[in-house]
């Protein structure tokens, strides 16, 4: 079992900045990535950016140049810098562990994302 702890969102204007952080712990292993999906009301939960223990990144079109991933493998914690936010970006954002041998998946229990215009 994988526990995700989320932390860093909130609410910030148009343009503004947030740091979302997702800590993991428990049964660890090594071939994994982790990342942010985020869910909209109304829509389905889309994939933000995702980051391997190797360190390759993968980024949603819609957030590319303004969101940076990254994480740190001694904490087993990975971080997303969003930047130049706007209100399309509003979602609940999910912490997702995948174990990449077993394609299991982990998520955690959602923080709240809302940026007013």
């Known amino acids: 079992q994988v526990q995700l702890v989320e932390s860093g969102g909130g609410l910030v204007q148009a343009g503004g900045s947030l740091r979302l952080s997702c800590a993991a712990s428990?049964?660890?292993?090594?071939?994994?990535?982790m990342g942010w999906y985020r869910q909209a009301p109304g829509k389905q939960r889309e994939l933000v950016a995702r980051?391997?223990?190797?360190?390759?990144?993968n980024y949603a079109d819609s957030v590319k140049g303004r969101f940076t991933i990254s994480r740190d493998n001694a904490k087993n914690t990975v971080y997303l810098q969003m930047n130049s936010l706007k209100p399309d970006d509003t979602a609940v954002y999910y912490c997702?562990?995948?174990?990449?041998?077993?394609?299991?998946?982990?998520w955690g229990q959602g923080t709240q994302v809302t940026v007013s215009s």
């Open positions: 997702n562990y995948l174990i990449i041998l077993s394609s299991h998946n982990y």
């Open positions: 428990g049964s660890i292993f090594s071939g994994n990535a």
């Open positions: 980051i391997t223990s190797g360190g390759s990144t």
